[in-house]
């Protein structure tokens, strides 16, 4: 079993819908991060969490430490949210770089 | 612009033949790190840094090396390339803020 799962693993939306990712993990972390990737494009840090919730534009990220859960929700969707969106959490057994990541959730919004 | 710069973007081996993917930051980030990415696979870790003069292996380190003597730049090298290293590898430097990753470099071992 993965140490790092997310949900779904592809996700179609129409245009304006409300987007929610999911993401839980078994091992003990430090930081949760959401990470987008654009079709053939470089990787971009969306969030880094620790607990609660953080919000930036229409993204918001969400943290629940004691269920070893994350979401990512995207608000009035737009066809430009369409990219892999990719959880990883820095490990509580490790402090120095390390990445332990999920297998992404593909999104396409549709116009 | 401040962060990670990868070099090259593109690159073509032939099979034994070895060469070097570079990776620089001007953050002063203490952490910095290697990934691949492989269809179906995901990202994985290959080498990490905490710092200059310390390196660790990841997930998948055979067949790479790596080396950190300035706090700045973080070189990835392929000894004797192979086609299972056909990818494409990301650097990335973190703080206790957050990671910036390099735009990638993809690698195509024939």
């Known amino acids: ?111 | 612009n401040a962060g990670v710069t990868q070099t090259p973007k593109f690159q073509v081996l032939k099979t034994g033949q070895s060469m070097t993917l570079q990776c620089a930051q001007d953050m002063n980030h203490e952490y910095m790190s290697w990934y691949r990415q492989d269809p179906g696979m995901g990202l994985r870790l290959i080498h990490y840094s905490v710092g200059a003069g310390i390196t660790d292996q990841g997930e998948v380190p055979n067949g790479y090396n790596v080396s950190r003597s300035t706090t700045e730049d973080f070189p990835l090298r392929l000894l004797s390339a192979a086609p299972s290293q056909t990818s494409v590898y990301f650097c990335a430097s973190s703080s206790p803020v957050g990671y910036t990753f390099g735009s990638g470099t993809r690698l195509t071992v024939v």
């Open chain 1, 1 to 111: 079993k993965n140490e790092v799962e997310q949900s779904p693993q592809n996700l179609t939306a129409q245009e304006g819908e409300f987007i929610t990712i999911n993401c839980s993990y078994s091992v003990g972390i430090s930081a949760l991060h959401w990470l987008q990737q654009h079709p053939g494009g470089g990787i971009v840090s969306l969030f880094m969490l620790s607990s609660g919730k953080k919000k930036h534009g229409r993204l918001i990220a969400t943290i629940n430490i004691q269920e070893k859960h994350s979401s990512l929700h995207i608000t009035a969707s737009h066809p430009r949210d369409s990219a892999v969106y990719i959880c990883a959490v820095s490990p509580n057994y490790n402090q120095g770089g390390k990445l332990i990541f999920g297998q992404g959730t593909e999104l396409s919004v549709k116009p």
